[in-house]
């Protein structure tokens, strides 16, 4: 079993940056792939980035490529989505989520965290 509690979440003129953090209760957090999502109002939940277990690979929606990064640290149990350039069409509420498949769906993953939200003002 895995908890996952994000945090950093907050409002930011376009332009700015943000760094996400995504706290995991249980041994097991550094064996899943790690994910994160977000969901504006109105829409579906969309993947944004995805790392796997040792943090040697990343993937990432082309509509962050480049401006966002996701990272961990399984010592501390630990996730992170930095995410600079920020536009007004990052505004949604960002969850970290974590499974032993993972990939670019919510299907590849086991563990959700309750969200942080995100607003970027124009």
Do not use: H
Not at 24 to 45: C, D, L
Not at 98 to 110: C, N
């Amino acid at each position: 079993q895995v908890q996952l509690v994000e945090s950093g979440g907050g409002l930011v003129q376009a332009g700015g940056s943000l760094r996400l953090s995504c706290a995991a209760s249980g041994r097991t957090f550094s064996s899943y792939a790690m994910g994160w999502f977000r969901q504006a109002p109105g829409k579906e939940r969309e993947f944004v980035a995805t790392i796997n277990w040792s943090g040697t690979r990343t993937y990432y929606a082309d509509s962050v490529k480049g401006r966002f990064t996701i990272s961990r640290d399984n010592a501390k149990n630990m996730g992170y989505l930095q995410m600079n350039s920020l536009k007004p069409d990052d505004t949604g509420v960002y969850y970290c989520a974590a499974g032993q498949y993972g990939g670019r769906t919510s299907s590849g993953y086991d563990y959700w965290g309750q969200g942080t939200q995100v607003t970027v003002s124009s």
